[in-house]
């Protein structure tokens, strides 16, 4: 391994350490489940209470640290668009009745584990900081 493939691996383990934290305080607060976090973010569950339990262990793949990304884009948008923290971490958990949700909630579809789903719901939400919503 040269030197700047040990320096990408380190950099790539420090956003995953650091990425997996914030993403699961988010969605403890967006009120999920651990089955809903495992699904969401791609882990099985043992590797998921190995991380939480000892964040030095955490590697991840690509899908899994742009999924990490996601959560945070979309928490940094509802901080944006609601001014108060119980929106911030309720919104996700509020049935819907835009079209696309048609009555779900944001979680129970990104709760899917589909990353399509996941950058859908994103989609949506960072629409909402121009008044996009559609």
């Known amino acids: 391994m ?8 380190a950099d790539k383990k420090r956003m995953a350490q650091v990425g997996f934290k914030a993403a699961v305080n988010i969605m403890e607060g967006w009120g999920c489940t651990g089955a809903d976090m495992q699904r969401i973010l791609r882990i099985p569950r043992s590797t998921f209470q190995k ?11 690509d899908d899994q640290l742009e999924r990490l990304s996601y959560i945070a884009n979309i928490h940094g948008s509802l901080r944006i668009i609601f001014d108060n923290q119980e929106n911030v971490q309720g919104f996700m958990s509020m049935e819907n009745k835009n079209a696309y949700f048609e009555g779900r909630t944001p979680l129970s579809i990104m709760s899917s584990g589909k990353f399509a789903d996941l950058y859908e719901v994103f989609c949506r939400v960072d629409a909402l900081r121009s008044g996009q919503w559609g």
């Not at 040269?2 to 691996?9: C, R, V």
């Not at 991380?51 to 793949?61: F, L």
Request: no cysteine; net charge neutral; proline share 5%.
């Open 2 to 9: 040269t030197a700047a493939q040990a320096l990408k691996a």
């Open 51 to 61: 991380y939480k339990a000892n964040p030095d262990t955490i590697s991840m793949d």
